[in-house]
């Protein structure tokens, strides 16, 4: 069955530092990947995605991801962190069905 | 960009009282799903909808719980005899790709 493990609970960084989420996934076959942010009391936005092709994946509002088969892993970066991006960070696998989400990671960002 | 519209946004209800909530899902869309997050929690896959029928459904979906989609166009979860533990953001999904999230029910069972 398809898993996700986000290690981190909550990562705290400097505004202006850089960012890696970390996210691991185990899948049976090739995995379709995604990264979604919640704000406090909001829904899910998707922030990027994996289908295939290109293993590193640019999305919205200055994140990219990195797939890496070897490592099933997908992590989550942004050279610098502003104080918006203050949130719950989600990853996500499906091989086409549901979803499967990890436990989440809340980013604190300090000035 | 085309959304999914969930209503209502927020719905308080007395425990034992049945409950339906709302999705209008992107016209197109074939997937349609529902996904659970007590607060605080993780997001939980409660069922996923298509072609007129349950395709999936995990082990919180039990007889409580229905689906349907009456008219063509809406897609409901109905929850019979709500519990206190039933409280929790209620996420629709849509997708042919990749999927697009509703904003959220906000459920209180008091």
């Known amino acids: 069955a398809q898993s996700v493990t986000q290690p981190d609970i909550h990562i705290t960084v400097s505004e202006g530092a850089s960012l890696e989420l970390r996210c691991n996934y185990s899948?049976?076959?090739?995995?379709?990947l995604f990264w979604y942010v919640q704000s406090p009391g909001q829904g899910l936005q998707l922030l990027l995605k994996?289908?295939?092709?290109?293993?590193l994946v640019q999305g919205i509002k200055g994140f990219e991801a990195e797939f890496k088969r070897s490592q099933s892993s997908f992590n989550l970066r942004k050279p610098s962190v502003h104080w918006s991006d203050a949130a719950e960070y989600f990853c996500?696998?499906?091989?086409?069905?549901?979803?499967?989400f990890g436990t989440g990671t809340r980013l604190l960002v300090s000035p | 960009e085309p959304e999914v519209t969930q209503t209502p946004s927020h719905q308080v209800t007395q425990m034992g009282q049945e409950v339906i909530l709302r999705c209008v899902p992107i016209?197109?869309?074939?997937?349609f799903y529902w996904y659970r997050q007590i607060l605080g929690q993780k997001v939980e896959f409660l069922v996923s909808?298509?072609?007129?029928?349950?395709?999936?459904k995990s082990e919180i979906f039990d007889d409580q719980f229905s689906v349907e989609r009456p008219d063509g166009s809406n897609f409901t979860l109905k929850i019979r005899s709500t519990k206190l533990e039933d409280s929790a953001m209620y996420f629709c999904?849509?997708?042919?790709?990749?999927?697009?999230f509703g904003q959220g029910t906000r459920l209180t069972v008091v």
């Open positions: 016209s197109n869309h074939l997937y």
């Open positions: 999904a849509t997708r042919n790709t990749e999927a697009f």
């Open positions: 994996y289908f295939s092709g290109d293993t």
């Open positions: 996500a696998v499906t091989g086409f069905q549901k979803l499967v």
């Open positions: 899948y049976g076959a090739t995995p379709y």
């Open positions: 909808f298509y072609n007129n029928e349950i395709s999936e």
